[in-house]
């Protein structure tokens, strides 16, 4: 199973809400990642959890907060996100072992604030 | 990390060899040329990498010159199906343990017209 899922598929939210995007993966990958990307624009990186834990937080704004409750979960909580925040929020994982740079991306979450 | 150029887009033929330059003059001696593609509305996806020497799998082939400055990532028989941004990034090779994430370029949209 070489297969990354997010949910939900589309999210419409308001400036008050809070929602949660969710990745999973089973190919025993130990680092996971949330990338975002603004339309007509390349992906960038938002964090990196190894190990369940956090090791890259790109001066990411707190009202985006990862979680990795375990080694095949990525968690991404929402709370008072702007308009411009409204991206395709992609997951991805990857051997913690070994030198290439292969990555797996799930294939997104289209987030709408509103 | 190297710096990449890529054309913006291309077109290329059905059933047709398509192409993809990408220019790494700084590269490094230590530094892989990946690529890898994104779909419309999909995650990015691997397609292959390199160091010095040409490479090949069952998606495309990647040639590399021989001083390393610039490589061509060819798809042999485009189909409709291979339209989608492609990205050639390149970084140094990895200790065991570290994170892999990427730092994606603007890409090249190949459009691939019947």
């Known amino acids: 199973d070489t297969e990354v899922t997010q949910t939900p598929k589309h999210l419409v939210m308001g400036m008050t809400n809070k929602k949660s995007l969710k990745c999973e993966q089973h190919?025993?990958?130990?680092?996971m990642y949330w990338y975002k990307q603004k339309a007509k624009k390349p992906p960038e990186l938002m964090f990196v959890?190894?190990?369940?834990?956090?090791?890259i937080n790109e001066s990411v704004p707190s009202r985006f907060s990862p979680e990795c409750p375990n080694s095949s979960l990525l968690n991404l909580h929402l709370h008072a996100l702007q308009p411009e925040d409204s991206a395709l929020y992609l997951c991805?994982?990857?051997?913690?072992?070994?030198?290439?740079?292969?990555?797996?991306f799930g294939p997104g979450t289209r987030l709408t604030v509103t | 990390d190297a710096k990449t150029t890529q054309p913006t887009s291309m077109d290329c033929a059905e059933g047709r060899a398509a192409n993809l330059p990408c220019n790494h003059s700084?590269?490094?001696?230590?530094?892989?040329v990946y690529w890898y593609r994104q779909i419309h509305s999909q995650g990015p996806q691997y397609i292959i990498h390199?160091?010095?020497n040409n490479e090949t799998n069952e998606m495309a082939s990647l040639i590399i010159t021989e001083d390393r400055k610039s490589s061509t990532l060819i798809l042999p028989h485009a189909t409709l199906r291979d339209t989608a941004v492609y990205y050639c990034?390149?970084?140094?090779?990895?200790?065991?343990?570290?994170?892999?994430?990427?730092?994606f370029g603007s890409g090249t949209q190949l459009t691939v017209l019947p």
């Open positions: 991805a994982s990857s051997p913690w072992t070994g030198r290439a740079y292969e990555q797996y």
């Open positions: 190919m025993g990958h130990r680092a």
């Open positions: 959890y190894s190990y369940e834990k956090l090791s």
């Open positions: 700084t590269i490094s001696g230590n530094e892989y």
């Open positions: 390199g160091l010095k």
């Open positions: 990034i390149v970084r140094a090779t990895l200790l065991s343990g570290s994170a892999r994430q990427l730092t």
